[in-house]
């Protein structure tokens, strides 16, 4: 469910909100290394699909110092003409967006890379 979201009004503010969106890159990279995915789904799987991966590494003893310190997700939708914003928010139960889920560790290993492949894929899959 959507709770809250926002609209630029101006080119000034579409330039500063896609800003803050560009910072969490930034933010990631400075935090260690990043597995990303980017994925299509819909809205209301975002918060699922991010807790649920978080749920496995946990379950593999990865969530630990050393190894993975973030499971993260953020993402977008509608970022077209408002034309295509309005139209999608005409059915916001079968919208879906672009979700990136950003999974932060200490370094790159082959643990890691084992635990979320195929794993991420298969979760999208039944999606």
């Known amino acids: 469910m959507i709770s809250s979201g926002v609209l630029s009004e101006s080119t000034e503010q579409f330039a ?8 969490i890159t930034e ?8 597995y990303k995915y ?3 789904i819909p809205l209301t799987a975002f918060k699922d699909v991010v807790d649920t991966t978080r749920k496995h590494l946990k379950s593999k003893g990865l ?4 190894a993975v310190r973030h499971v993260i997700g953020y993402g977008h939708v ?5 034309l295509h914003f309005f ?3 005409s059915s916001l139960t079968t919208l879906s967006g672009n979700l990136h889920l950003n999974i932060v560790a200490d370094t790159y290993s082959d643990e890691i890379q084992a635990a979320l492949e195929p794993f991420v894929y298969e979760l999208v899959g039944k999606i």
């Open 16 to 23: 500063s909100l896609w800003a803050l969106r560009e910072g």
């Open 27 to 34: 933010a990631v990279s400075k935090e260690g290394k990043a």
């Open 38 to 40: 980017d994925i299509s």
């Open 63 to 66: 969530v630990r110092e050393g």
């Open 78 to 82: 509608g970022d077209g003409t408002y």
């Open 87 to 89: 139209t999608l928010l």
